[in-house]
């Protein structure tokens, strides 16, 4: 217990989770105070008042989300320190914490050996990230520095759609990887072919700077 915190805040919905983070926490950092919140609503009412040193938010919660809970109370407390523990992997949603306030970005696989040291790093300044996080935010830009105009003005799902046409998977695949119908694979097809004023994939993809 190399560090000592006054107070840390866990905002997780189910209980088992929440109770283990304590518990962990607990055991491996010297901490006065460790304060659990099942919702959003409580949690955002409690810190305003009495803010915590370091705040864990799960994203999905019942009413309001944590990325929403974070930005709100970043607003009012700018110091405090945020980190996401979720099971949400896609960009948009990191960006989208990231630009609420998170300063740490955690999936719910990490082992709670791996989450103590990540509250240490924020605690001393850091900034810890999953490395499946990491990666897909770099494979994110990569693609945005690739792309260009014509690619920003379709719709996200529609992006999607169009970079999993440019690595080459048939349209099953697609709807499977986006756990959508080939229908609607195709329909999204025909919506990107038409804003781009194309007639194929080899266009779509040249067009919007894959090839």
């Given at each position: 217990m190399g560090?000592?915190?006054?107070?840390?805040?866990?905002?997780?919905?189910?209980?088992?989770?929440?109770?283990y983070l304590a518990e962990e926490i607990q055991l491996h950092i010297d901490v006065t105070e460790i304060r659990l919140f099942s919702n959003a609503e409580e949690a955002l009412k409690t810190l305003t008042r009495e803010p915590a040193d370091i705040v864990l938010f799960d994203v999905q919660l019942p009413g309001m989300n944590g990325i929403e809970c974070m930005r709100r109370l970043k607003i009012i407390h700018p110091k405090m320190q945020c980190m996401?523990?979720?099971?949400?992997?896609?960009p948009d949603t990191v960006f989208e914490a990231l630009k609420a306030g998170a300063i740490s970005y955690l999936l719910k696989s990490t082992p709670s050996q791996k989450i103590v040291e990540a509250i240490e790093d924020?605690?001393?300044?850091?900034s810890p990230i999953s490395s499946q996080i990491a990666r897909k935010v770099i494979e994110t830009f990569a693609m945005k520095e690739k792309?260009?105009?014509?690619f920003q003005e379709l719709s996200r799902r529609e992006q999607e759609v169009l970079e999993q046409l440019a690595k080459g998977f048939r349209y099953q695949e697609i709807g499977?990887?986006?756990?959508?119908?080939?229908?609607?694979?195709?329909?999204h097809i025909r919506n990107i072919y038409e804003k781009l004023q194309v007639n194929s994939r080899v266009?779509?993809?040249?067009k919007t700077g894959f090839l």
């Open positions: 560090i000592q915190i006054n107070s840390i805040a866990i905002i997780e919905d189910d209980s088992k989770i929440r109770q996401v523990l979720t099971v949400y992997d896609k924020v605690y001393h300044g850091g792309t260009n105009d014509y499977d990887k986006l756990f959508v119908s080939i229908e609607t694979v195709r329909t266009d779509a993809l040249k």
